[in-house]
């Protein structure tokens, strides 16, 4: 199982280095989401862990980790773009890079198809209709995993105000005191908001923040809370009555599912 991992990872390092340019700029993002992969794999394994997972599910959830941004690389080489309204759909990219090279010829059809599945499912809004448990668990997990690091890599970004990627990761959003009621009131109606109707950097953060109502698994709430992801948003935040009440009801709920 080890040995199928490693060999994938050895794959997906040398794909990514084809990447690499010689201009700084494209070569610190390239790096940002190398790093990201690595530690959703990491929060992956965590979670695989805490849900006690055979080899072969574990092998899966880890496989799914490290090829979910697979087409982020050639997203970003072709359109200089991590939004996929305005480019393409990486998670989709990236299933045709894995085809394309036949990363997973290896597996039997079942896992093929059960990471295949999850990679396709883990940028979607909401997790689509499936009764397929098993399916279901792989497409949770990385949703999870992916959420998981996505908080720090906002965070770090948001703080640095010279980081190359920080408009990449931010999406040149405008850094005004202006929160939209659209995504105010998703959040305060315990939902995910809409991507589209992030208007300001504030609402990206409040978006984020909403993320909470879509994790999945305990393990996954100690993680958030362990690193206080909400708590540092908050404290990113304008301290507006409506803002700290959507924010302490989303800490109230983190706690309560711990
Ligand atoms: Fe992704």
Request: proline residues 3%.
């Amino acid at each position: 199982m080890q040995e199928t991992f490693e060999k994938t990872k050895n794959w997906f390092e040398t794909y990514v280095e084809g990447f690499f340019t010689n201009d700084s700029i494209n070569n610190s993002i390239i790096r940002l989401k190398l790093d990201h992969t690595h530690r959703v794999c990491h929060n992956a394994a965590i979670l695989a862990d805490a849900l006690k997972l055979n080899s072969q599910d574990h092998l899966n959830a880890r496989l799914t980790a490290l090829l979910h941004d697979v087409g982020r690389f050639r997203q970003f080489s072709l359109y200089q773009t991590f939004n996929d309204a305005v480019s393409d759909n990486h998670a989709l990219m990236g299933i045709r890079e894995i085809e394309c090279h036949g990363v997973l010829d290896g597996l039997d059809a079942e896992d093929r198809r059960l990471i295949c599945r999850a990679i396709a499912c883990h940028n979607v809004p909401a997790l689509p209709e499936e009764k397929d448990e098993r399916s279901l668990l792989f497409m949770r997990l990385i949703r999870d995993a992916d959420k998981l690091d996505v908080y720090k890599v906002l965070l770090q970004n948001y703080r640095d105000q010279d980081r190359d990627s920080r408009n990449t990761v931010l999406h040149k959003l405008p850094d005004t005191p202006h929160c939209s009621p659209k995504i105010l009131d998703a959040l305060l109606g315990r939902k995910v908001a809409k991507f589209e109707d992030m208007k300001t950097l504030n609402d990206f953060k409040l978006l984020k923040v909403g993320w909470v109502y879509d994790l999945n698994f305990s393990a996954s709430f100690k993680i958030l809370q362990h690193h206080r992801y909400i708590e540092q948003l908050k404290e990113i935040l304008p301290t507006t009555e409506p803002v700290t009440t959507a924010v302490d009801q989303a800490l109230a709920y983190v706690a309560s599912r711990l």
